[in-house]
């Protein structure tokens, strides 16, 4: 519910209108004051000039003459007029009317004087020259004749700080011209303002109070008019408050038949409020969008602003750069991958930075390319970095390289071998047929060498490729081992190496597989085996059953691998002997391996510098698969040929 008294712009307009009444009032005062004050004493001036003529009329004879009468007029002036005449001849004779027994001799002392001195200075003052020069009283100029009528005027005395009204008239003789003679002397009448004063005081007091009375009468109008003017806005500014706390939904009530200032806010803010909406909709639409396309790139992203501050990202670069983001700020990113100096020198320099960025034991390659972001005044406004995980395309570049050079190294051997050999026989150089039989022997073991080569290579390319199907089927493991145990034992005794098979006095479950390809896994195991062991080594065949896979491993105590070159042991042509002394084209464990993931086998390896190797093919059950509906068709369709043709 809202509250006027709460309400600021309110408490203003009433303190405003509050105040403007205490100041119409103190000024309507002021300004009565200032103005009303000296109106009133000339007014009463004008009152006294009537009677001050009258006193100087009769006392014109008394100069000549004395007379009771004017004696007496002096004296009650007073009880009649409420006011203190004098009369002052020229010759210095002073008729003045008893001043008040309140008042002190000091008081009355400095009355007379002040009384004696005005009508001193009105004589010493009177302009007889310009007069004198007159016959017609009314062609003397204004002034002359105001001076002529007399003087008014106030005087304070300073020992009581009393102000007295004061009005002076010259008096003249009957039996001479005005513009003849000066005056004989002159009328003075006084008249306290102290009780003037008061009563001015209390028409003061009576027009504040007045004034005041009105003023809070006008509040009451004032506060209800103001109340209806304040409602609609306080009303507006709600509005206006949810608007900037995104609720959109509020609009202001308003007339909109009515066309003042108010209403045409309200419209206003009724049509911004309407207008931000569907703005913010929009620009939450293409936000989403946006955030939805950036964060659908494979590549990181991450944009600063030109004091270098993270203002977007994609959650690609938390997986990119390895870093959990529930434990690392996108700074803290950013600061720990050493980014911030390419940013830096990015919005700097006003230049494209490229760069590539090795992370971590496992050598991950990251290409980082920052671009900067011109405004329309073309200073760099911000800096958009795209990073991008390079390490497989290096590496296989680098595999494209060293398959090259190994090709070429293993083509070259033979093809020089034959050379040297052919040459010699064309020039008819070799005469001894035993030589030639001799060269000839040799020519043939490198072109089947060479054979070889070619056909391990065509092997390995269609293996890769994926195009040739491998028909699989359940085997029969503890056969399997004992025919194969059979084949190397012979090869291992003339080798003088010590073969054994461990596992077949297990109970070996059923294997699913292709038998011949899974041999030649195995034998590609057992001739490295056999190359790498010295004689009087060891060489151990072994079925190792899981809960999950049977592990079929060939373990020996030969030279063994180092650390280094283990995760490389697969890749085609590789050799530990980087001189490629030794016998094998160094392709037989990449056989092995595209073999093993086309019947969806995995490989593997344990080593360690002189201590032997363990090499591991993992095959399924044959009972996991036959299990899955994508291989229960191929179950019930296999049908024994034996049973087939007796069933003919």
């Not at 005081?201 to 509040?219: P, V």
Request: charged share 20%; glycine share 4%; with cysteine.
């Amino acid at each position: 519910m809202f509250k006027f008294s709460d309400s600021l712009f309110f408490r203003r307009i009433i303190s405003i209108l509050i105040l403007s009444l205490l100041v119409w009032a103190l000024a309507t005062n002021a300004l009565f004051t200032m103005f009303a004050r000296p109106l009133l004493v000339a007014n009463r001036s004008k009152d006294l000039f009537p009677q001050a003529r009258w006193i100087a009329e009769q006392a014109g004879p008394y100069f000549l003459k004395e007379d009771a009468l004017v004696e007496n007029m002096v004296n009650i002036s007073y009880n009649f007029f409420n006011v203190w005449t004098m009369i002052n001849f020229a010759d210095g004779r002073t008729l003045a009317t008893p001043l008040p027994d309140k008042l002190t001799q000091e008081v009355k002392d400095n009355i007379l004087q002040q009384a004696l001195a005005l009508n001193q200075e009105y004589l010493d003052s009177f302009p007889l020259a310009e007069i004198s020069q007159q016959e017609d009283p009314e062609a003397l100029d204004p002034k002359l004749q105001d001076f002529l009528q007399g003087k008014h005027g106030t005087i304070m005395l300073k020992s009581t700080n009393e102000e007295y009204l004061f009005v002076l008239v010259p008096i003249y003789s009957p039996y001479f011209s005005q513009l003849s003679r000066m005056p004989l002397g002159t009328v003075i009448m006084i008249q306290p303002l102290a009780e003037f004063n008061l009563s001015i005081s209390s028409l003061n007091l009576s027009l504040f109070l007045a004034s005041l009375g009105c003023g809070l009468l006008l509040l009451i109008p004032a506060f209800y008019m103001t109340r209806r003017l304040v409602q609609p806005l306080h009303n507006i500014r709600q509005v206006a408050m949810s608007i900037t706390e995104g609720d959109f939904t509020q609009n202001v009530d308003y007339n909109p038949h009515k066309h003042d200032e108010i209403s045409d806010l309200a419209k206003s803010i009724n049509q911004m409020s309407e207008s931000l909406s569907h703005s913010l909709a929009a620009l939450n639409l293409e936000r989403n969008q946006l955030k939805e396309i950036v964060d659908g790139i494979s590549e990181g992203i991450i944009a600063v602003d030109s004091d270098g501050n993270i203002t977007q990202t994609n959650e690609v670069i938390w997986e990119l750069f390895q870093r959990n983001k529930d434990f690392y700020s996108v700074h803290d990113l950013v600061a720990s991958t050493g980014l911030d100096p390419l940013f830096q020198l990015c919005l700097e320099q006003g230049q494209a930075v490229s760069e590539h960025i090795q992370l971590g034991d496992d050598k991950k390659i990251i290409q980082a390319s920052i671009n900067p972001i011109f405004d329309h005044n073309h200073t760099v406004s911000a800096a958009v970095g795209l990073f991008r995980d390079v390490t497989k395309s290096t590496r296989l570049e680098q595999t494209r390289r060293d398959y090259i050079a190994n090709v070429s190294h293993e083509l070259r051997t033979p093809i020089t071998a034959m050379r040297a050999l052919i040459e010699p026989l064309r020039d008819g150089m070799v005469k001894n047929e035993e030589d030639r039989q001799r060269y000839y022997e040799i020519i043939l073991h490198e072109t089947l060498r060479l054979s070889r080569l070619i056909d391990d290579m065509l092997e390995l390319s269609r293996l890769q490729s994926g195009t040739n199907y491998i028909e699989q089927g359940p085997i029969n493991l503890k056969l399997f081992l004992e025919n194969l145990a059979s084949q190397m034992k012979l090869i291992t005794q003339e080798k003088s190496i010590h073969f054994q098979v461990e596992g077949l006095d297990q109970d070996l479950a059923m294997i699913w597989g292709n038998e011949d390809r899974i041999e030649q896994i195995l034998l590609t195991y057992l001739d490295n085996a056999i190359k790498f062991t010295p004689e009087g080594g060891q060489i151990i065949l072994r079925a190792r059953p899981t809960a999950k896979e049977m592990y079929l491993e060939i373990e020996d105590n030969g030279a063994g691998i180092a650390a280094e070159d283990i995760p490389f042991v697969f890749e085609r042509f590789y050799k530990a002997d980087k001189a490629h002394n030794e016998a094998g084209t160094g392709l037989g464990l990449s056989i092995a391996k595209a073999l093993a993931e086309q019947l969806k086998m995995v490989v593997a390896v344990r080593s360690s510098k002189g201590e032997g190797s363990v090499f591991s093919l993992g095959i399924q059950y044959a009972a996991d698969v036959m299990q899955k509906e994508t291989h229960m068709k191929e179950v019930f369709d296999f049908t024994d040929p034996d049973l087939g043709a007796n069933n003919d």
